[in-house]
């Protein structure tokens, strides 16, 4: 990956614009009552929307958030590829565990609302939407960023950022953590960041999914 692909000023318009509207968003949702997560997918999409705009606008690479239309297709199977590895070495470490006494169904279920509508909008909002919108964000922007000062610092600091709004301030987000790690990796690798959103994507489908067995 070229160093220096995002600039400075694309940097601070970017989070300048996600922190605009996470506020409008959380001021229009304040109070109120009921699942939000219709509106939650609507902000996300329009974040993701700007985020493209902005990197088209003032980046003069086409390549600098891996989005180049060469590398879609090829991006996509590579990360179906990067999955089936990822699932593989989760499959084994859940057998570990179970092995050892541990359910870890248990470590990774999430809560699903009651109603089949409900459970559609949270796979699409959870599964597709918000990690395309993230990937974008902190492996595009942010990874892409701070990779002139090398891939291990921009691993870093791109993980972090990417694991602090999942921090509850009770319990280690392991998932992101390991997640955010898996996502940067494959980003620099493979060098499309279809990559890292297909397994994204697919990872936390999987996950959603396996509440139905836990």
């Given at each position: 990956?070229?160093?220096?692909?995002?600039?400075?000023?694309?940097?601070?318009?970017?989070?300048?614009?996600?922190?605009?509207?996470?506020?409008?968003?959380?001021?229009?949702?304040?109070?109120?009552?009921?699942?939000?997560?219709?509106?939650?997918?609507?902000?996300?999409?329009?974040?993701?929307?700007?985020?493209?705009?902005?990197?088209?606008?003032?980046?003069?690479?086409?390549?600098?958030?891996?989005?180049?239309?060469?590398?879609?297709?090829?991006?996509?199977v590579r990360g179906l590829i990067w999955s089936v590895c990822f699932g593989i070495a989760a499959g084994v470490l859940f057998s570990v565990l179970f092995a050892?006494?541990?359910?870890?169904?248990?470590?990774?279920?999430?809560?699903?609302?009651?109603?089949?509508?409900?459970?559609?909008?949270?796979?699409?909002?959870?599964?597709?939407?918000?990690?395309?919108?993230?990937?974008?964000?902190?492996?595009?922007?942010?990874?892409?960023?701070?990779?002139?000062?090398?891939?291990?610092?921009?691993?870093?600091?791109?993980?972090?950022?990417?694991?602090?709004?999942?921090?509850?301030?009770?319990?280690?987000?392991?998932?992101?953590?390991?997640g955010g790690i898996v996502f940067a990796i494959a980003y620099e690798k493979e060098k499309s960041l279809m990559v890292p959103v297909s397994i994204h994507c697919?990872?936390?489908?999987?996950?959603?999914?396996?509440?139905?067995?836990?």
């Open positions: 990956m070229e160093a220096n692909q995002i600039t400075l000023k694309t940097l601070a318009i970017s989070i300048a614009a996600v922190f605009a509207m996470e506020t409008v968003f959380r001021l229009a949702i304040s109070g109120q009552a009921g699942s939000h997560l219709p509106a939650l997918g609507i902000i996300r999409c329009m974040e993701a929307l700007s985020l493209l705009f902005i990197a088209h606008r003032f980046e003069k690479n086409p390549n600098a958030i891996g989005l180049s239309r060469s590398k879609i297709l090829p991006g996509l050892a006494g541990i359910n870890p169904l248990k470590l990774v279920r999430t809560p699903l609302p009651p109603a089949p509508r409900q459970i559609f909008i949270f796979f699409l909002v959870g599964g597709v939407i918000g990690p395309i919108w993230e990937e974008i964000f902190f492996r595009g922007v942010i990874f892409g960023f701070f990779r002139r000062w090398g891939v291990y610092a921009a691993i870093l600091i791109s993980t972090a950022l990417f694991v602090l709004p999942h921090y509850d301030g009770r319990h280690l987000p392991l998932t992101q953590i390991v697919l990872g936390n489908i999987a996950i959603f999914s396996l509440t139905f067995v836990s």
